[in-house]
């Protein structure tokens, strides 16, 4: 029946054509995702070395105690115009993501001499397996391996946090990095490096941190310990030593 015909027999007025939404959905769904990818980029971009936003040190704050590195665990040129101290805990998740910054930060300036790395255990109380894994990496490093330690237990760290053993995890830990696994073991279980580890921890205690991850350039705290600040600091500070 034609339209005009139907409207004649029945006197109802022509259906309205409604418009599509899936445009205005579509449209709508883009700017979104526009919006979030914009944000990420924003958040994660390396803020640049001149930034008015980058940490600075405390107002008439004085150098970071150099004296007190002999009691975290240090890696990189001695005389490196730059040193980065992490306070840290092995089974924080949140230094576990650290790590994998870390592990760029001597890639590109440890190993180039830039760039020194200390590393301070601060094994937190409510954390049951925090100092055996402390001095699992202790332990190792009397074997040469502090770093290959280091590695392994943040890359497995779901896998211990809750063990109820682990001293016979992280002697597994020694033994597929090539240490020989008794002598490993008997440092463990004799807690030969306890009183070094208390010794970083009063570091810590000393300079008033209270958190991990703690990061500090020089003698300036990070307020965000990621790459993009990281690294943006330690440029600025770089080019002050001009390096």
């Given at each position: 029946?034609?339209?005009?015909?139907?409207?004649?027999?029945?006197?109802?007025?022509?259906?309205?054509?409604?418009n599509?939404?899936?445009?205005?959905?579509?449209?709508?769904?883009?700017?979104?995702?526009?919006t979030?990818?914009?944000?990420?980029?924003?958040?994660?971009?390396?803020?640049?070395?001149?930034?008015?936003?980058?940490?600075?040190?405390?107002t008439g704050?004085?150098?970071?105690?150099?004296?007190?590195?002999q009691?975290?665990?240090?890696?990189?040129?001695?005389?490196?115009?730059v040193?980065?101290?992490?306070?840290?805990?092995?089974?924080?998740?949140?230094?576990?993501?650290?790590?994998?910054?870390?592990?760029?930060?001597?890639?590109?300036?440890?190993?180039?001499?830039?760039?020194?790395?200390?590393?301070?255990?601060?094994p937190?109380?409510?954390?049951?397996?925090?100092?055996?894994?402390?001095?699992?990496?202790?332990?190792?490093?009397?074997?040469?391996?502090?770093?290959?330690?280091?590695?392994?237990?943040?890359?497995?760290?779901s896998?211990?946090?809750g063990?109820?053993?682990?001293?016979?995890?992280?002697?597994?830990?020694?033994?597929?990095?090539?240490?020989?696994e008794r002598?490993?073991?008997?440092?463990?279980?004799?807690?030969?490096?306890?009183?070094?580890?208390?010794?970083?921890?009063?570091?810590a205690?000393?300079?008033?941190?209270?958190?991990?991850?703690t990061?500090?350039?020089?003698?300036i705290r990070?307020?965000?310990?990621?790459?993009?600040?990281?690294?943006?600091?330690?440029?600025?500070?770089?080019?002050?030593?001009?390096?």
């Amino acid at each position: 029946m034609g339209e005009a015909k139907r409207r004649k027999q029945t006197g109802a007025p022509p259906p309205r054509k409604t418009n599509s939404k899936k445009p205005l959905i579509i449209g709508v769904s883009v700017l979104v995702l526009a919006t979030v990818v914009v944000s990420v980029l924003f958040l994660t971009a390396s803020p640049k070395p001149t930034s008015n936003n980058l940490p600075v040190a405390a107002t008439g704050a004085e150098a970071f105690p150099a004296e007190l590195d002999q009691y975290g665990v240090s890696v990189g040129e001695q005389d490196a115009p730059v040193v980065v101290r992490e306070f840290a805990d092995f089974q924080c998740p949140a230094c576990g993501a650290f790590a994998k910054i870390s592990q760029r930060l001597k890639q590109e300036y440890v190993d180039t001499g830039k760039v020194r790395f200390v590393y301070f255990e601060l094994p937190l109380r409510q954390h049951q397996n925090a100092f055996p894994a402390a001095q699992a990496a202790r332990c190792a490093g009397d074997q040469g391996a502090y770093w290959d330690m280091y590695d392994r237990l943040y890359d497995s760290q779901s896998e211990w946090s809750g063990s109820n053993d682990p001293v016979a995890t992280f002697a597994r830990y020694g033994r597929d990095i090539g240490l020989e696994e008794r002598r490993l073991r008997h440092c463990m279980t004799t807690e030969l490096h306890r009183e070094a580890i208390e010794k970083s921890r009063k570091v810590a205690m000393q300079l008033q941190v209270t958190s991990t991850p703690t990061v500090m350039v020089d003698n300036i705290r990070l307020t965000r310990p990621g790459w993009g600040q990281l690294s943006a600091v330690v440029e600025r500070e770089l080019s002050s030593a001009g390096k």
